[in-house]
């Protein structure tokens, strides 16, 4: 996570939110525009060894489908 953010302050990107798979959907549909990127990070828990994840990133898709990701 440390490069991620890296990246972002390096690039000048501005960081909206940081949430967690428990929080983010209930924060997060009022306050995304359709022009927002999305950026999910796995930290190594993407893939069917990790359902909670998994099916938390599954549900980002068919929530936000014009949202790049």
């Given amino acids: ?10 690039h000048g990107h501005r960081v909206l939110s940081r949430s967690a798979y428990m929080n983010f959907l209930d924060r997060a549909r009022s306050r995304i525009a359709s022009h927002t990127i999305l950026v999910l990070h796995g930290g190594g828990n993407f893939g069917d060894l ?19 990701l």
């Fill in 50 to 68: 990790y359902p909670v994840h998994q099916n938390f990133w599954e549900e980002i898709v068919r929530r936000f489908p014009t949202i790049e």
């Fill in 1 to 10: 996570m440390r490069g991620t953010e890296q990246f972002f302050a390096t």
